[in-house]
């Protein structure tokens, strides 16, 4: 398979990276700066690093063109995120800079990653979109706050809906996905700022959160289209 990836140089993009690596696909790695950890995947498969990628950024979308040089995508992996707000104790001091970077690159980004990658895909693609629980989305939130980052994670579901509905019929399928909590450090600052009931000590691997999203990557077929498969459950309709 060839692979659009963003978010690719840490964390879970990383580990999601070495695994498609590993077996034999072509991953498009997108990150803003390049590291060792992520230099060192690119002798084990066929992986092109499109490097100076900030999705936040709207130059983004020629960089990622660039990047893919018109090869065929059979995939692509929205996983680029920040949690800039989850310190927050509240809307009074609720940094809204903070929150639009967030949206730029939470929502917006994935819009700028769909915008490169469309001309690349034809029928029989997928695209899927990394995200929280469910339960740090809704009414029934473990605890006030984060609001720049589940508002626009919330925005970011509002897109695959509509994703969904504009490339159903060009035969093209579109899947939110949550693997369930992972030892990030992005999930190690929720949980030492009392956002999250998850301990980090309890939370997958990174490697188990990778082999998450590979399956449900694998296994996304169009009549899943418009789904949401929340920590490996039974897909359900947005």
């Known amino acids: 398979m060839n692979v659009l990836l963003t978010g690719a140089a840490r964390g879970l993009g990383l ?13 498009f790695a997108a990150c803003r700066k390049r590291n060792a950890e992520l230099d060192a995947i690119l002798s084990t498969g066929k992986v092109h690093v499109i490097e100076g990628v900030d ?3 709207d130059d983004a979308i020629a960089k990622l063109k660039a990047g893919i040089a018109g090869s065929p995508l059979d995939a692509v992996i929205c996983n680029a995120a920040v949690n800039a707000s989850f310190d927050t104790d509240g809307i009074a001091d609720l940094d809204l800079d903070i929150s639009l970077h967030e949206y ?26 990394i995200t929280t629980g469910p339960q ?24 695959a809906n509509l994703l969904t509905l504009e490339l159903e019929p060009r035969g093209i399928a579109v899947q939110i996905v949550t693997p369930g ?8 600052a929720v949980w030492e700022a009392g956002r999250t009931p998850n301990p980090p000590k309890d939370a997958l ?15 996304l077929t169009l009549e899943q289209t418009g789904t949401w498969v929340s920590n490996l459950g039974v897909p359900e309709p947005y």
């Open 15 to 27: 580990g999601i990276c070495a695994q498609l690596a590993a077996r034999g696909d072509t991953v």
């Open 55 to 57: 999705i936040a950024m």
């Open 104 to 129: 730029q690159t939470n929502a917006l980004g994935a819009v700028r990653t769909v915008k490169a990658a469309l001309p690349s895909l034809s029928t029989g693609a997928k695209i899927l979109f």
């Open 136 to 159: 740090a989305l809704g009414k029934k939130a473990p605890a006030p706050g984060v609001y720049g980052y589940r508002m626009s994670k919330g925005a970011m579901h509002t897109f």
């Open 181 to 188: 909590s992972i030892d990030t450090k992005m999930l190690w």
């Open 205 to 219: 691997s990174i490697d188990e959160g990778a082999q998450r999203i590979i399956a449900r990557m694998d296994a």
